[in-house]
T-cell receptor
Framework: GAGVSQSPSNKVTEKGKDVELRCDPI?????LYWYRQSLGQGLEFLIY????????KSGLPSDRFSAERTGGSVSTLTIQRTQQEDSAVYLC?????????????FGSGTRLTVV | RKEVEQDPGPFNVPEGATVAFNCTYS??????FFWYRQDCRKEPKLLMS???SGNEDGRFTAQLNRASQYISLLIRDSKLSDSATYLC???????????FGQGTELSVKP
């Protein structure tokens, strides 16, 4: 597609359940990022993939969070044993390279609600 | 201290006004700078990159002062459609992650 695609757009889950969020970056973009934004808050970096390099996981808030990127394209963010504080909009972005002059294109996000 | 700091506002201005947003960043090794716009309940969208020489895109002018680690955005002749949150964004060394400021809310009134 023309843009970054995320699914599902909305997810309501019960506390303690696992969830998987999916991101399809723009074709050919080598860099892929996950952020989350809680209500009324700024964007919080989670994880960054660049080509075949080891991902930068420095933003993952706990070991309940993990992400993978298969074949250098689609990425899945997994949250295990969800907690209410995990409720947020999870945003994925991609960039043509990891190069410094490129901004990122964001998907429309997955709104996660943990009840 | 936050890595990227912005005045959260809100800035309430009448149509046609000129408004300026400021941003400071803490990492002197930062290499790339951007302004993003985020509408309510929408994803951030790139407004413009920011260069040391300053750059202009229509009614929008961005400036970077590396010595002071300061970035600005000027909006001239503001429109109702400019109402949004403006995010100051800084990137580290090549390949690094983007660090977002908390955003400055702008409300343009008729």
């Amino acid at each position: 597609g023309a843009g970054v695609s995320q699914s599902p757009s909305n997810k309501v889950t019960e506390k303690g359940k696992d969830v998987e969020l999916r991101c399809d970056p723009i074709s050919g973009h080598t860099a892929l990022y996950w952020y989350r934004q809680s209500l009324g808050q700024g964007l919080e970096f989670l994880i960054y993939f660049q080509g075949n390099s080891a991902p930068d996981k420095s933003g993952l808030p706990s070991d309940r969070f993990s992400a993978e990127r298969t074949g250098g394209s689609v990425s899945t963010l997994t949250i295990q044993r969800t907690q209410q504080e995990d409720s947020a909009v999870y945003l994925c972005a991609s960039s043509p390279t990891g190069g410094r002059d490129y901004g990122y294109t964001f998907g429309s996000g997955t709104r996660l609600t943990v009840v | 201290r936050k890595e990227v700091e912005q005045d959260p506002g809100p800035f309430n201005v009448p149509e046609g006004a000129t408004v300026a947003f400021n941003c400071t960043y803490s990492n002197s090794a930062s290499q790339s700078f951007f302004w993003y716009r985020q509408d309510c309940r929408k994803e951030p969208k790139l407004l413009m990159s920011v260069y040391s020489s300053g750059n202009e895109d229509g009614r929008f002018t961005a400036q970077l002062n590396r010595a002071s680690q300061y970035i600005s955005l000027l909006i001239r002749d503001s429109k109702l459609s400019d109402s949004a949150t403006y995010l100051c964004v800084v990137k580290g060394n090549q390949g690094g992650k983007l660090i977002f400021g908390q955003g400055t809310e702008l409300s343009v009134k008729p």
